[in-house]
């Protein structure tokens, strides 16, 4: 899952080359928000959705 949450804060993870964003989010709601405004995408890679940041949709082709 591209978005971690340890100690409370939740973290947005690219689930492709592993990228985090810059910002820390106090929830998961936040994190959904900000991934939507950063323009990552949810990507089918095997039947599983995984969560890819901008670069990678960008290079590598996004929806999968």
């Known amino acids: ?3 971690q949450k340890e100690y409370g804060d939740y973290h947005l993870i690219c689930d492709n080359c592993s ?3 810059e910002n820390i989010f106090d929830s998961f ?3 959904i928000d900000a ?3 950063l323009g990552w995408e949810s990507v ?3 039947g599983q959705w995984e969560d890819w940041c901008d670069k ?8 999968k």
């Open 1 to 3: 899952m591209s978005i």
């Open 35 to 37: 991934k939507k405004m």
């Open 44 to 46: 089918k890679v095997s």
């Open 19 to 21: 990228r985090e964003a």
């Open 56 to 63: 990678c949709c960008r290079y590598e082709g996004g929806q």
């Open 29 to 31: 709601d936040k994190a």
